[in-house]
């Protein structure tokens, strides 16, 4: 099976992605805004991906700043 | 009037002029950005949002706040108090105010009253723990709101918000504040403050454009208040109905992004300056009150005090009405404002109904030159009043 070289966190609200854009750019884990992928549907027309490899970490910060989210996918 | 320097006393209407970085960010916003924000996933969308976030993160910074979504934009204060009492009370339920209040909370409250829902008013008392008291024994039953404001726009003087807040959290009623005069004036934290609800206004102390402001909506609290519009939020676009989840509840239509722009810059401002803003309007007000308080024919209204209070200063002088004073400081540059400020409640208070008072409002801009100048056309009208 193919293995996924991202991820995808979808938010609420757009105001929840740019907050935790923010956050991840403080840390130095590289994360980049884009529109939602057609396959995923989500309250929020863009969506933050990351590296796969990174996700236990991006977990772990959303985690402790308390910020919602609706969910992580492989894309 | 040509050679006449024009000088601005009227910051609590609306204060001017802006710092440097809110014309050079609004500019930057149309010319660069442009976009509808949250509405895309281009580039620029994101960038419009990126503006509407960073506007969020420095008023939540400022407010003591930890989650910036919960922070939430409207027109201006009134819009954003309205937000609340339409949106929270319902026929039976009782709100309590104080005597010092602005048309803003009066006008919706009486709406409120006249579709069944009861509303006390509590005489406004100079000392104000005295005045938190009456808050605490008008509570009852069905006590759902307390709204009051933290200062008020025709005497200046604050009111006791960190007290009815522990009254109210104690009682377990939701607690309004209306900041419209302090926001950027006065320190606000709206944990410390027990505050629920913060209304305030971003072309005041915030130095933001008009057609800017919005509300601190502490977490929960959502579930009680209606949103007074329904639109477009570009989230959750597949549904009919508006979410619930905030700032997008009250968030609904494109909003004043370049606006936006331009308050982030004004709040960053604020911040950076810290505690110098208000250390310095207190400089002013002390000028001002000890100015007027010798000239002959002056009566100033409210407290005479720089402490306790903002930088809104309300006086009258005797023989003359507060146009022919407002029209008499015009012809020495002076711009202030003359009437009844929206605030007919604070004027009776004051016993300055229905003639009202001028008002002089400096901010932090205003030079020492200017006071000067102000007081001395004051004397120079009190003294021909007087003789006339």
């Known amino acids: 099976m193919e293995r996924a070289q991202h991820g995808v966190v979808l938010f609420y609200s757009m105001s929840h992605a740019l907050w935790a854009e923010k956050l991840f750019k403080g840390t130095g884990i590289p994360v980049k805004l884009i529109p939602v992928p057609r396959q995923l549907s989500s309250d929020c027309g863009i969506c933050l991906r990351f590296d796969q490899p990174d996700e236990p970490r991006v977990r772990d910060i959303l985690d402790r700043k308390q910020i919602e989210i609706q969910g992580i996918h492989p894309i | 009037m040509t050679g006449v320097k024009t000088i601005y006393l009227d910051n609590a209407a609306t204060s001017w002029p802006k710092p ?36 969020r993160e420095a008023l939540a910074m400022l407010f003591g706040v930890r989650d910036p979504t919960r922070i939430v934009f409207t027109a201006n204060a009134t819009e954003a108090l309205n937000v609340v009492i339409r949106g929270m009370l319902h026929p039976g339920d009782h709100v309590i105010t104080s005597g010092m209040e602005h048309n803003s909370v009066m006008r919706p409250l009486r709406a409120a009253e006249q579709a069944g829902v009861r509303v006390t ?22 006590t759902r709101l307390i709204v009051l404001s933290h200062a008020s726009n025709v005497a200046g003087n604050l009111l006791p918000i960190a007290e009815a807040g522990l009254i109210a959290r104690k009682r377990g009623v939701t607690f309004l504040v209306d900041a419209a005069q302090t926001a950027g004036c006065c320190a606000i934290n709206v944990e410390a403050m027990n505050i629920d609800v913060l209304a305030f206004s971003g072309h005041k102390g915030l130095y933001g454009p008009q057609g800017t402001g919005g509300l601190y909506i502490r977490q929960g609290m959502e579930s009680r208040i209606r949103p007074l519009k329904h639109g477009g939020t570009g989230s959750r676009s597949e549904s009919e109905y508006q979410p619930e989840f905030l700032p997008d509840k009250y968030e609904s239509g494109t909003p004043n992004t370049v606006g936006l722009a331009g308050l982030c810059a004004g709040v960053r401002f604020v911040l950076e300056q810290g505690g110098a803003i208000q250390r310095r309007e207190r400089e002013l007000a002390a000028a001002l009150l000890q100015g007027l308080g010798g000239i002959p024919g002056v009566v100033v209204h409210g407290q005479n005090s720089a402490e306790g209070r903002i930088a809104v200063i309300s006086f009258n002088i005797s023989g003359l009405t507060p146009s022919e004073v407002s029209m008499g400081l015009e012809e020495h540059g002076i711009l202030c404002r003359p009437g009844l400020h929206c605030s007919p409640a604070a004027h009776r208070t004051l016993g300055t109904f229905p003639q009202g008072t001028a008002r002089l409002s400096p901010g932090y801009f205003t030079s020492d030159e200017d006071i000067e100048a102000a007081l001395q056309a004051v004397r120079e009208i009190a003294a021909r009043g007087a003789g006339g």
Not at chain 2, 26 to 52: C, K, Y
């Open chain 2, 20 to 55: 440097e970085a809110v014309y050079r960010a609004m500019d930057d916003f149309m010319r660069r950005t442009g976009a509808s924000p949250g509405r895309s996933g281009h580039r620029l969308s994101i960038e419009a949002g990126r503006v509407a976030y960073d506007t």
């Open chain 2, 121 to 142: 008013v509590v005489p406004y008392q100079p000392a104000g723990t005295l005045q938190a008291g009456g808050v605490e024994r008008a509570i009852g039953e069905d």
